[in-house]
């Protein structure tokens, strides 16, 4: 069993920057992929990013990359997501989640999931 817990949201203007961290209790982060996906009033949630449990490759939407980076600290069992330049599009509440694939980018493939944090960004 693992717990996520996400923090580091708020409220900012559009250009601005937040943190996400993602704390995991229960079993290492470093067991499990890791990703980020956020879900705006309305909409399905959708795929942010990932970083492997095992290389630490990542990968991103689209819509983010060049903008977001996502990183995690093994030793505290914490994953980060860093949103630079955000856009009023960005806002949404955003969730981490653990995942025993290599590269997971469907909802299905998490076993895991943090009860979210939201995210607004103002124009």
């Known amino acids: 069993q693992v717990r996520l817990v996400e923090s580091g949201g708020g409220l900012v203007q559009a250009g601005g920057s937040l943190r996400l961290s993602c704390a995991a209790s229960g079993r290492t982060a470093s067991d499990y992929t890791m990703g980020w996906f956020r879900q705006a009033p309305g909409k399905e949630r959708e795929f942010?990013?990932?970083?492997?449990?095992?290389?630490?490759?990542?990968?991103?939407?689209?819509?983010?990359?060049?903008?977001?980076?996502?990183?995690?600290?093994?030793?505290?069992?914490?994953?980060?997501?860093?949103?630079?330049?955000?856009?009023?599009?960005?806002?949404a509440v955003y969730y981490c989640a653990a995942s025993v694939y290599i590269r997971p980018t469907m909802l299905r493939q998490y076993s895991y999931w943090g009860q979210g944090t939201q995210v607004t960004v103002s124009s």
């Open 48 to 91: 942010v990013a990932l970083i492997s449990a095992t290389s630490g490759a990542t990968y991103y939407a689209d819509s983010v990359k060049g903008r977001f980076t996502i990183s995690k600290d093994n030793r505290k069992n914490t994953a980060y997501l860093q949103m630079n330049s955000l856009k009023p599009g960005d806002t």
